[in-house]
């Protein structure tokens, strides 16, 4: 079971005051708009798709989730270069 299975049981798109509180004093440093970043960015890391992202988001079109809310990491960027250099 990964972090998000264990720690996410409420949808970030409906989430209410009170949740962004408890959010707010179980990560000090982290406020509720880059935890949406971050889900969104582990979930297109893990296979999820850009559409169903957006919904679970509550975008109203992936472009907005694509190009708001995820973001490449060096890892990610590292090991799509291999993948070419592979197939090179």
């Known amino acids: 079971m990964n972090f998000w299975s ?3 049981f409420f949808s970030l798109r409906t989430v209410g005051s009170h949740e962004r509180r408890t959010v707010k004093v179980h990560f ?10 971050t889900y969104a960015t582990v979930c297109i890391e893990n296979g999820f ?13 992936a472009n ?6 995820v973001h490449s990491s060096l890892d990610t ?3 799509y270069i291999e ?3 592979f197939v090179a």
């Open 64 to 69: 907005i989730t694509l190009n708001r809310y």
């Open 83 to 85: 993948k070419l250099n």
């Open 6 to 8: 264990k720690h996410l």
């Open 77 to 79: 960027k590292k090991k």
């Open 28 to 37: 000090q440093d982290v406020n509720f708009h880059l935890l949406r970043h």
């Open 49 to 61: 798709d850009a559409k169903t992202v957006s919904e679970l988001l509550g975008h109203s079109n």
